[in-house]
């Protein structure tokens, strides 16, 4: 019988007239985000007793039924409150009795040298190939500067240079020039130089001439009316290479990306330059550091590790294009720089000591990559002894970020500027090597893992494919997935083994949208997301990847990723916001929580911080429709009347952020009223949702 009146019941909800109902209805609860909560609050205290539209719904669903008998008439009008009541979408959530302990370090960063996030991204330098022409094309970004009569002509030099790590340079060679009519070089920049007024830029270059005493006059000038921001003058160039620093201040400039730098002499003379850099004011001031909007926005996402230096950055191509960790410590001259994967040639400015600055700036911890012996042209190193030194490599890195200063390493990081070592708990042992078609992986991961553990016991060694000779740690997992596949997923790991190794999640996204996910790939990120918190006792961290990426044309090699800027400015897409959403309210323990009844593509899951007596309860609703659902919180003597509701939502999917619209798709928050331990809310179409109780 119960079953017969529930298919009628949902016969009825079909009916166009009910379904019209219900729309209304949803409709006027979700008139504007702004008023939700108040207009929530009333139609909630109205509706508490009487989901769906259970007082005017027989008077609209008699016509239909009027020539039926008038038992079944009876039956219908008397059995379909009970029905609708048996069919609500319901959440019960049990406080008392937690299943698993949230990982401390659950959400994390994972980026590498991909889209220009470090160069043209998150570090800060504003000069484009500052090691001249190490691309395909000799001076990509370097063009002749040449005022009135002047005559310049401007060329790499593969003969001199400042260091053996940089033996090439820009030679600018003057034939005629004034002080009235300057000649050099100008450099384009990441997609143009920002200027901001009343603005401090550092900047520093190498140089020498065959003129004794030349002066180079530096200027920050705009593309379009050659007006010029700021301007200084370096005195007294002399025969030998030699560094040089210099100040740039804007006064009144209007902002704008629509500059270049330009460098001149006032008379006839060849410069050789090397190294020229700029730098706007960084994040905490830090010298040569990283990008301020860039890195308030990673803050912002409470992240707990960075994953470092990649992916496939770490590879390389080839053997020799690898990360190499030693070539991208100490002063930038002795810095060879190296070809990223990802097509173009990495300043190693972002080397290893300012990734683990980048750590301590956000008080995070390293998840240190070390290279492994493959590449990924399918070039491998063997196990045995050919591997030895690439091991010796790992473990001077490994005592480089955390030995004292007396150890061999500690002592060079020392005197790169950092005398106290950084924290580190975990290592990950290559990457991807499951593409490794040699099957040397087994062998590669055991020989690091036992030269490590011999050394460091105490670290934990992650794998990055299944391994049978020894128990790893730790196993790096990654998912790239269309949105359909992060929904249908969502459980992934509900029953997964928990006497393997922990997982790692080490890069993950849903990739739809681009540059940056639109609000579909949100939606089931964090329907993804809800299924890594509720498995966290075995999920020990996760980065969403990749992290950023330049909008610019031509920046991004990689569609979807998080965190999109240019010169000037970045925002965060939905996916960001969803991770903030759900890095910023979470507890320590996962407590059990049943969805009934809600149709497909929703999504829940719930911790509690027991010493701060919240619940984190997580609602993910990818329909389209609103999702009216009786909330039942169990185990709990009291529930707090006032919660916080923040709902990230949007019109359609395909709703997103963008540099000229960046906050299209941003949480809002709310504070809503609940009537105690059972309550009903509806939550927005296309929304993630976070409701903060006290218990
Ligand atoms: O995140 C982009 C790339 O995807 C990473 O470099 C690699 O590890 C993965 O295949």
Redesign the pocket.
Known sequence: MVQRSLTVCLRFRAIPHVRGCLATRAARIWPDRQKYAGIRATKLLARKRYPYCQRRLPAIILPPVRKRSIKFTLFLVLALPACVLAQAPSLAIQVDKPTAKVSPTLYGL???E?NFSYDGGLYAELVRDRTIGQGWQALAHWTMEARGNSVVGISADAQTGPSAALPRSLKVSVTAATEAAPAGVQNDGYWGFPVRPLTVYNGSFYAKTDRDGLPVTVSLVNDRTGAIAASTTVTGLTGQWKHYTYVLKTAQAPVSADNHLVLTIPRPATVWFDLVSLFPPTYHDRPYGNRIDIMEKLAAMHPKFLRLP??????GDHISERFEWKKTIGPWVDRPTHPS??HYRSSDGMGLLEFLEWCEDLRIEPVLAVYAGYSMMQEHIEPGPALEPYIQDALDEIEYATADANSKWGAERAKDGHPAPFPLHYVEIG??DW?DRSGSYDGRYAQYYKAIKQRYPDLQLIATAPIKSVKPDVLDE?F?MAAEKSFSDANHYDTADRNGPKIFV??W?TREGEPTPNLQAALADSAWMTGMERNSDLIIMASY??LLVNVNPGGMQ?ETDLIGYDALASYGSPSYWAQVLFATHLGTEVVPSTLANTGPRVYTSTTRDEKRRKLFVKVVNAQSNTLALSIGINGARTVGHDAILTTLSGETPNATNSITNPREVVPVEHHISVAGPKFEHSFAPYSVNVLELSY
């Open positions: 994972m980026t590498e991909i990649g992916g496939n950055y770490l590879e994967p990802w990457n991807e593409f990654h790239y080490g890069e996204a990847a990749p990689w």
